[in-house]
Structure formats: structure tokens, C-alpha cells
């Protein structure tokens, strides 16, 4: 049963990300039940407004309160403590409106002490208070526009600092998967140095066999430090050279190439299922290079001649220029399938036709590296592979304006 890989690959959040956003959506689904988020929504509700209109309910209370004072003062104080009730009675307003003024302003700013407390906590690293500022982002006042302010700004520290992470994590990946295949070659040239060392060199025939392996070591090691370097730039996200460039005329040189590689004399065809010139944006040399890899990998692990096929097939779909490198044969295992397009993963049920033939060689970065160039084209690339029938890999490109 023909077994399909996903490769449209989005970034998900897991962990602090995802427990961050669920309780987000808590908090906000709390606050459509909250009267008093209704009300910062409305017009007068901003702080400003709050304070002017506190302030002047209080000083209006503290006049009536003054001029109760002062009418019972007059009528019931005589002459000689008349002087003394009135400096009595004006410091206990003055206390009395200080300690109300004191309270309602503490009430009126406690949304900016608990912004004040989040971002002191955000600043020692605990993003996750973000949180609390959801309950301070319903309204229009000016604590809502700073708390959704500041909500923006952690959000985007909280993206970096995971992007940070994941490209940390790839480059550790990278770095131990590139020392572990750089070390058989620099083995191997040191097992031949020290043949050579031991007298070899004396033997002409034996000299010229050990430098020759020496060579192929060598040129291993070469093609994989640029296959690194390869996917090293475009993993950085370094913009590619694009120009308008006619997909057929690249497919066509793809397949007289494959024909050389093809040394068997198996069949190599190119098939067109639609009659339009198929243009599309793209870097013309690693739009090669992506034909010229699975052409490659269809010859190393396909049907030998003469019963082994190739074909290149070319078609437009929904707006994308669709290329399909198809083969005849053993297929891909269903085991090794999900990992096809992993970095130096070669395969634990390679499809060997010869068992006394040594594996083909490669390094393992042949399918990465294509998928790397289609996703830096905004591509997309899959395999769909049946066991003894056949092995399609499809890549879809969009297709640029004329």
C-alpha cells in the first residue's frame, strides 16, 4: 500500500509554548463573563478619566462635608473655641480625605502594580506570566494598550527564544552527525598513511592502489564538507538568486544527464502531461541540482536494465508546476519512509539488487539538500513509494508570472 511522507512541515508550539497558549485561551474565555471587562470597553472608562472623576466626587463630598461642619461649628461652638474647632475640624477632613484618597487610588492602580509585578517577572526569565496580562488587555483605556503592548513584546522574546532553541538544536544535531561521518574517511586516510609508512611505498603496485584509495577518501570528504556547507547557507536563510526560467528546458537537460549516469542502458524518458511552457522562479542551478539528486537516487537504488524505467514527468496543478521522478523499482520500506529526508539517514532496508555488490556510495545529504532548495523555492517535496512497483518523488513549485 503506497505509503505517503508529509513534508509541509509548520513549526508547532510544545511545552512552556503550549501550556502558555492554553491557559491564554482560560483566561480569555473567563473574561466574556466578566462585567468588569465590559465596562473598561466603554467610553469614559479609561484611567484618566477614573481619577478626574474620583477626585472630583471627593472633593465634592469633602465641600459638603466642610460646610455641615462648619454650619454645626457655628451654631453650637462659642466664641473662644470657635478658632479651635475649625483647625480641628479641617485636620480630620484633611485625614479623612487623605486615607479615602489613599485607597482609591490603590484600587484604581492595581492593574498597573500587577502589570508591574508581570513584566518584573518576565525580566528574571518566567515568561509565562504573560498570562496575567489577559485580564488587563480587555478595553480601550491606557492600561489595556500597554498591557497588550508589553503581551506582544513577550510574545515575540518567547518566539526567539525558541527559534534560538531549535536552530541550536539543529546546529548540535548537524555538528554531531557531520563528526561522526568525517571520521571514517580521516580513518581510513590514516590506516593508508601508515601502510605506506611501513614500507608500501617501496612496492609500486601496492603505492599506486593506496593512493588511489587515499584519493576517493579525500574527494568523499570534499563533497561532504560542501554538502554541509550547502545546507549550512540554507538553513541560514540566505535568499536565493531567482530569475523567470523555463521548467522544461531544465527537466529535458535533467534527463540527457541521467541518461549518461545510467550506464546499464536502462530506460530514461521525460513525460509531458500538460502542453504549456511551465516558467517558474526559481534559482536555475539548484533547480538542476534537485533533478539531478533523484534522477541520481532512481539510478543507485532502482531496477537495473533492462528492466528498469526512469521516467521525469512534468505537469500543472492548481497553479504549481508539478515534477515527478518516477521508478520501477523495489521501493522504499515503510520502516525507512518518515526518514527519508533526514540528514545522513541512508536507509536500514536499502533496495540492493546485487548482494555482492558493495551499497552505493553517498553521504546521505543527497535528499536533504533537495528538500532544503524546494522549501527555500516555498516548495513542497514528498515520496510515495509501493513496494516492487514503483517510487514516485514529487516536488511542486509555484509557478511564476510571465
Aim: hydrophobic share 40%; charged share 20%; proline share 4%.
Amino acid at each position: 500500500m503506497p505509503v505517503g511522507l508529509k513534508n509541509n512541515v509548520t513549526p508547532t508550539r510544545t511545552g512552556n509554548g503550549a501550556e502558555a497558549d492554553r491557559s491564554l485561551n482560560n483566561a480569555r474565555a473567563a473574561l466574556a463573563h466578566n462585567p468588569f471587562s465590559a465596562w473598561r470597553r466603554r467610553a469614559f472608562s479609561s484611567l484618566h478619566w477614573q481619577l478626574t472623576m474620583v477626585y472630583t466626587l471627593l472633593f465634592s463630598i469633602l465641600i459638603v462635608l466642610f460646610s455641615v461642619g462648619i454650619t454645626f461649628i457655628v451654631n453650637h461652638a462659642t466664641l473662644d473655641n470657635l478658632l479651635i474647632s475649625l483647625q480641628l475640624g479641617t485636620v480630620v477632613l484633611i485625614v479623612v480625605a487623605a486615607i479615602i484618597l489613599f485607597f482609591l487610588t490603590s484600587f484604581l492602580l492595581r492593574p498597573l502594580r500587577r502589570m508591574s509585578d508581570t513584566a518584573q517577572a518576565i525580566t528574571l526569565g518566567d515568561l509565562q506570566q504573560r498570562t496575567r496580562l489577559v485580564p488587563l488587555m480587555e478595553g480601550n483605556d491606557e492600561i489595556s494598550k500597554l498591557a497588550t503592548s508589553l503581551n506582544a513584546i513577550t510574545e515575540q522574546i518567547e518566539q526567539a527564544s525558541r527559534t534560538e532553541r531549535n536552530a541550536e538544536q539543529r546546529f548540535r544535531r548537524l555538528f554531531s552527525d557531520a563528526s561522526h561521518q568525517l571520521r571514517t574517511p580521516l580513518t581510513s586516510l590514516r590506516g593508508f598513511t601508515e601502510v605506506l609508512l611501513r614500507g608500501a611505498k617501496d612496492d609500486p603496485e601496492t603505492s599506486q592502489r593506496i593512493l588511489k584509495l587515499m584519493k576517493n577518501e579525500a574527494e568523499r570528504m570534499t563533497r561532504l564538507v560542501n554538502d554541509l556547507l550547502m545546507l549550512t547557507r540554507l538553513d541560514d536563510g540566505t535568499d536565493l538568486e531567482t530569475e523567470l526560467i523555463d521548467l522544461v528546458e531544465v527537466a529535458i537537460e535533467g534527463v540527457e544527464h541521467a541518461k549518461l549516469l545510467a550506464t546499464d542502458g536502462r530506460e530514461v524518458t521525460i513525460y509531458f502531461a500538460t502542453q504549456e511552457r511551465l516558467g517558474v522562479r526559481a534559482n536555475g542551478d539548484r533547480l538542476k541540482q534537485v533533478i539531478h539528486i533523484l534522477c541520481d537516487n532512481a539510478i543507485k537504488y532502482g531496477r537495473p536494465a533492462p528492466d528498469g524505467w526512469i521516467r521525469l514527468q512534468l505537469d500543472q496543478q492548481n497553479g504549481h508546476a508539478v515534477v515527478q521522478v518516477i521508478d520501477n523499482g523495489k521501493g522504499i520500506h515503510p520502516d525507512d519512509l518518515p526518514k527519508i529526508f533526514d540528514r545522513f539517514y541512508r536507509g536500514e532496508h536499502m533496495s540492493i539488487y546485487d548482494p555482492s555488490a558493495a551499497p552505493p556510495p553517498g553521504t546521505g545529504l543527497g535528499l536533504s539538500i533537495a528538500q532544503a532548495i524546494v522549501y527555500a523555492h516555498q516548495g513542497q517535496i514528498t515520496v510515495v513509494s509501493s513496494p516492487d512497483v514503483e517510487t514516485v518523488f514529487t516536488v511542486r513549485l509555484p509557478c511564476g508570472n510571465k
